[in-house]
């Protein structure tokens, strides 16, 4: 730099302060964006919250004159899948001779009355409390249902199907595969051999556990009127905690769902018996998982 130059003058200069300034600006570290906030993580509280309000809604709504509604809603907010498990379109309808020229058929002579002992199927003794449930499967004037075909699946004392999409930290046992069935008796009776299945986590929101739960499939005279339920056990405290169990807002269709335990179908030093009737049809009939008649199903008789 020449030595006339007067330096206070020189480094006064606009632009020579903007470059200054900008080889200064090339050693600061770039600004940091603020983070973004982390998603808000629902919780059983909220989920309470969203089932207490659609319980006194409902209460409410029968005061002023409306149904008694004792199918599940097939909208459930709080049951945040509940959109993807229903049709949301009108059904197409199959000629019923032609499914069943592609269905399974079963009789008598293949299912053995040992598929009914969940509890035998393997070489060792499985995992967990033994109980016995049985009941009987009836129309809506309560007249049995006989020859009906009925399967059971479940998972096991820790909570875990074997199933690869079942994650679930627990053990699997090895003694216990969870499915079983049998074919009712002349006045519509039913009996399983099998162990108390444990409650699960599931992602419906943070913290969501499912009470402990049989899964009943039924399948009518033909496989194209197969019909899904579930059956629980009475005194179980996620009751209030499950929005599946509680997507059926009125307390008489959801106690409907609970098993009573029966001290006359307890075995001595052996299994504790649940009593649990399945009605097909009628006012107070079972409530079950459609998947034939989608949600005209509710009506159907």
């Not at 200054?20 to 059983?44: G, N």
């Not at 199918?71 to 049709?87: E, T």
């Not at 001595?268 to 009737?277: K, M, V």
Request: aromatic share 8%.
């Amino acid at each position: 730099m020449p030595e006339d130059v007067n330096l206070e003058t020189y480094n006064a200069d606009a632009l020579t302060e903007d470059l200054a300034d900008a080889v200064t600006d090339l050693h600061k570290p770039a600004p940091q964006a603020a983070p973004a906030p982390a998603p808000r993580v629902e919780t059983q509280q909220d989920l309470s919250a969203e089932i207490k309000a659609l319980g006194e809604a409902y209460a409410e709504a029968l005061k002023g004159g409306a149904p008694k509604e004792t199918q599940p809603r097939l909208d459930f907010a709080p049951y945040r899948s509940s959109i993807l498990r229903h049709p949301t379109k009108s059904l197409h309808h199959a000629d019923p001779e032609t499914i069943e020229l592609h269905s399974p058929a079963f009789g008598h002579q293949d299912v053995h009355a040992l598929e009914s002992d969940l509890t035998i199927q393997h070489n060792g003794e499985p995992q967990g409390e033994r109980i016995i449930v049985a009941g009987r499967v009836l129309d809506g004037d309560g007249r049995p249902v006989a020859g009906q075909l009925v399967e059971i699946w479940q998972a096991n004392s820790s909570g875990r199907y074997i199933h690869k999409r079942d994650q679930h930290p627990a053990p699997l046992d090895p003694n216990f595969t969870g499915v079983g069935r049998c074919i009712t008796g002349p006045d519509g009776s039913y009996r399983f051999t099998t162990i108390k299945p444990g409650a699960y986590p599931w992602k419906n929101h943070l913290n969501a556990w499912r009470p402990a739960h049989i899964h009943f499939s039924l399948f009518g005279t033909e496989f194209t009127q197969r019909i899904v339920t579930q059956m629980y056990f009475p005194g179980d405290q996620l009751f209030p905690l499950d929005p599946i169990y509680q997507s059926i807002v009125d307390q008489d269709a959801r106690d409907r769902l609970v098993a009573s335990y029966d001290h006359d179908l307890t075995e001595p030093e052996w299994a504790l018996g649940y009593n649990w009737d399945i009605v097909l049809t009628g006012s107070k009939r079972t409530w079950t998982e459609n998947e034939a008649l989608g949600a005209e199903g509710d009506d159907h008789e």
